[in-house]
């Protein structure tokens, strides 16, 4: 079972945030190789906190060594084999890790993609659910495996490919 809690600060648009959440969390790890994790007699948790841009800023300088806010973070708690996460329990439940967005840049980027930033929000915490996942994009061949799997979760909520140049094809 999949359970998604969600921090929500003002400034977000008014939208119903646990069911956005819940959904792209779920939708993203359908189409991953963990698709059991659904149905699983465990329970597996993720946050999603939704945040200003100094917050994110002062995590991305702290985690990342990088002096800006990005729009999305993603902080696993899990490192190894997924399957043999059930050392990483909280009163029982699998602890995947936080996803943590940003206001201001998401809104900044919803605006020049000419989309809502419930979409774009939906596309970030999907793409921090498959990096709680243990994907990655830094070398081109985990990048397109990556971008394949959220296209996937995307178009299966009625989403169009957020990347836009490419197909899951090539």
């Known amino acids: 079972m999949i359970e998604v809690a969600v ?7 008014d939208t119903d945030w646990d069911i956005l959440a819940q959904r792209a969390v779920s939708t993203a790890i359908a189409h991953s190789p963990y698709a059991a994790f659904a149905t ?3 329970l597996y948790e993720v946050a999603v906190k ?4 100094a917050e994110v800023h002062s995590l991305n300088r702290a985690y990342r060594d990088k002096d800006r806010p990005t729009n999305v973070l993603s902080f696993p708690m899990v490192q190894d084999d997924l399957l043999q996460a059930t050392g990483n329990t909280d009163d029982g439940e699998v ?3 936080d996803i943590v967005l940003a ?3 998401c809104t900044a980027e919803a605006r020049e993609k000419g989309i809502s930033v419930a979409d774009h929000a939906t596309h970030l915490i999907v793409h ?6 243990g994907y990655d994009h830094m070398d081109d061949n985990e990048a397109e495996a990556m971008e394949a799997m959220e296209i996937a979760a995307l178009l299966s909520m009625g989403l169009s490919d957020p990347y836009g140049d490419r197909t899951t094809g090539e």
């Not at 921090?7 to 648009?13: I, K, Y």
């Not at 939704?50 to 841009?53: A, C, E, I, N, V």
């Not at 921090?128 to 996942?133: A, I, Y």
Request: proline share 4%; no cysteine; glycine share 16%.
């Open 50 to 53: 939704l945040t200003s841009d």
């Open 40 to 42: 699983d007699q465990a």
């Open 95 to 97: 602890l995947l890790g």
């Open 128 to 133: 921090g659910t498959f990096h709680l996942l």
């Open 7 to 13: 921090l929500h600060e003002e400034g977000w648009p």
């Open 103 to 105: 206001e201001g840049v």
